[in-house]
């Protein structure tokens, strides 16, 4: 298997983008965010889990054999990861204490140091856990990169210490996930357990690879079907009110990643063109992008120009947030994810 699905990527370009759909939640009885679809497209951050546990294990699962090897793939996630992090932190907590609206004149007591404790939360990638207390980062997608880096803490050290029971242990982890999240009673979890819902989703992941690694299937038939399945499903937990049902859709990713990796159909090719390579690319840009720029247009439109509030003008608030979401995120994939993360390398080194 190629150490790289093309398609894949440009499922997680469209995902990234419904997540902006999802977060343009101002005016929540608009038909834009008001219908299940878009209410449940939160769900497709679990896909990001498993297609994560997925690639990892498909550049990792034998690679990581002595502490040096460890320590050398987690330098590795580190540098992919935190400088868009803390850029995306930085500019979350300016905009907020420039703002009209800032947040500063609500936090009571807390003052300056609410920036404080939910900057140094998010930054220390524990933004999922309640280590330092369940602080929702200003930039509030960003739990989910914690739970990432949780997920690849802990896929290293099953490697490094139990080798030979890796799998085992895998089996193990994704079980008592599932146990927790029922225990809670709710499956959205994120500032507080999030990452126990990312590694049940990232062990997923994992076994993909594995049932990938040892079998080749034609399934470009079930492209289609699949994607009708996925929305029936979402349409389903959400009029029947099924909230813990969402455990089953880590479980319906990685079928998906099953069948778009085993697939040459008109899906498949779609998602390998290049404008849908290109939102893959700059994907991660997108998700820790889109919380400002959402922030941003509303309050152009709708407090400095004093726009109507009628479904035209969301409309034209979700448009105007996707195309400058991924028109900004061109450039901080360039600027901060590339050569920031070019910059970390050679000074880690």
């Known amino acids: 298997m190629k150490d790289r699905v093309e398609q894949l990527d440009g499922l997680r370009g469209i995902f990234a983008v419904l997540v902006i759909a999802h977060h343009h939640n101002a005016f929540k009885e608009s038909v ?66 420039l703002g009209e609206q800032s947040p500063l004149k609500n936090v009571g007591s807390l003052g300056l140091s609410y920036y404080f404790f939910t900057a140094f939360d998010t930054l220390t990638f524990m933004g999922s856990s309640t280590v330092f207390g369940a602080w929702i980062s200003n930039n509030y997608p960003s739990w989910s990169i914690s739970a990432e880096m949780i997920s690849y803490l802990v896929f290293g050290l099953v490697l490094l210490l139990l080798p030979r029971f890796k799998y085992f242990v895998f089996i193990l982890i994704t079980i008592l996930s599932a ?29 993909t690879h594995l049932l990938l690694s040892k079998k080749s299937f034609h399934l470009s038939a079930f492209e289609i079907p699949f994607l009708l399945f996925l929305v029936l499903s979402m349409y389903c937990v959400h009029h029947l009110d099924l909230n813990l049902w969402k455990l089953v859709f880590p479980f319906i990713f990685a079928l998906g990643i099953i069948i778009f990796s085993s697939s040459t159909g008109i899906v498949t090719q779609l998602l390998s063109s290049k404008p849908f390579q ?15 720029v959402l922030i941003f247009v509303n309050v152009v439109l709708f407090r400095a120009l004093k726009s109507p509030e009628n479904e035209w003008m969301f409309g034209l608030s979700l448009a105007l947030s996707i195309a400058l979401t991924i028109l900004y995120s061109h450039f901080t994939y360039e600027w901060v994810e590339k050569r920031f993360g070019k910059f970390l390398k050679t000074r880690l080194n």
């Open 179 to 207: 146990v927790f999240i029922y225990s809670r009673g709710e499956y959205l979890l994120a500032y507080d357990y999030g990452f126990v819902r990312a590694l049940l989703s990232f062990c997923l992941g994992i076994f």
């Open 278 to 292: 290109y939102l893959g690319k700059i994907s991660y840009s997108i998700y820790l992008n889109h919380a400002i």
């Open 32 to 97: 834009f965010y008001n219908n299940f679809f878009v209410i449940n497209a939160s769900l497709f951050v679990d896909f990001f889990f498993v297609l994560s546990g997925f690639v990892i294990a498909l550049n990792y699962v034998n690679r990581i054999h002595t502490p040096r090897d460890f320590f050398t793939f987690l330098k590795k996630r580190f540098i992919r990861l935190y400088p868009l992090l803390f850029y995306t932190e930085v500019v979350f907590i300016i905009a907020n204490l």
